[in-house]
């Protein structure tokens, strides 16, 4: 317990005297899962909604390869990743591996099977004539999907928060495409493991933390909108 307790006033020591190296490592955690989170929201909402809204042979087995790869393990993704940004990969050629665009690369990977699958869930939910009750009003094709986005902005927002700590909370894929280099992409989660596996406990309490403090607040921000939006 008393080994608990230490990290957690490690960890608010570390953030009050604002420490340098931990804030950059807290930057660069929340810059890029926030950038993966949005190219997910970008790719898993827009394909989503457009598998929900169509219909064609083997969708279900198309729905049902998405609902799969929400729970894709990041090491898998990470294997691919690395495989693909190589230097004798395919991509290798972009010299990607060991930056934080890499890591950015595999969180997006990570988090757009889920932001896809609770779209679609989403989408699926709405009422089944609302649809032509919308077109009957003149609506074109684009305003009708930007009226049923909206009519499921509340499942939409728990995407998005499901996405993003899908990703800020993943280390397997992080550390094998970024290489957890110092000051470049060691982040939040590849730093604790690197602490625990030196065996500095109290940092990596502290580090952990740090994150839990992080995920907290930007989900209680999430949290906030979503209920504002509430129906009542």
């Known amino acids: 317990m008393d080994l608990i307790f230490d990290g957690i006033l490690q960890a608010f020591r570390l953030l009050f005297t604002l420490d340098r190296e931990v804030l ?11 950038l993966a989170t949005l190219i997910s929201l970008v790719l898993g ?10 219909s064609f042979p083997g969708r279900k087995v198309l729905v049902s390869l998405v609902n799969t790869g929400m729970g ?4 898998v993704v990470g294997l691919f990743v690395s495989i ?3 230097r004798n990969g395919p991509l290798g050629f972009l010299e990607l591996l060991y930056t934080p665009s890499a890591i950015v690369i595999a969180q997006s990977v990570i988090a757009t099977p889920i932001v896809m699958g609770i779209t679609i869930a989403a989408m699926q939910n709405l009422p089944a004539n609302l649809r032509l009750q919308i077109l009957a009003l003149g609506a074109t094709r684009t305003q009708l999907v930007w009226m049923l986005i909206k009519e499921a902005r509340l499942p939409l927002m728990a995407g998005v928060m499901a996405g993003f700590g899908g990703v800020i909370s993943e280390v397997g894929a992080s550390i094998m495409v970024g290489g957890n280099v110092k000051g470049y992409t060691r982040v939040l989660t590849t730093a604790t ?12 309490i502290a580090l952990s933390v740090i994150l839990l403090l992080f995920c907290f607040l930007i989900n209680y921000l999430l949290t906030l909108i979503q209920q504002r939006e509430r129906p009542r």
Do not use: C, Q, Y
């Not at 493991?193 to 990596?204: H, L, Q, S």
């Open 24 to 34: 950059g490592i807290a930057w660069l955690s929340l810059k890029v899962s926030g």
């Open 45 to 54: 909402i827009g394909l989503g909604t457009l598998i929900a809204l169509t």
């Open 72 to 75: 894709l393990p990041p090491v």
């Open 84 to 86: 693909l940004l190589w």
């Open 193 to 204: 493991v690197m602490e625990t596996g030196r065996g500095n406990f109290d940092i990596a």
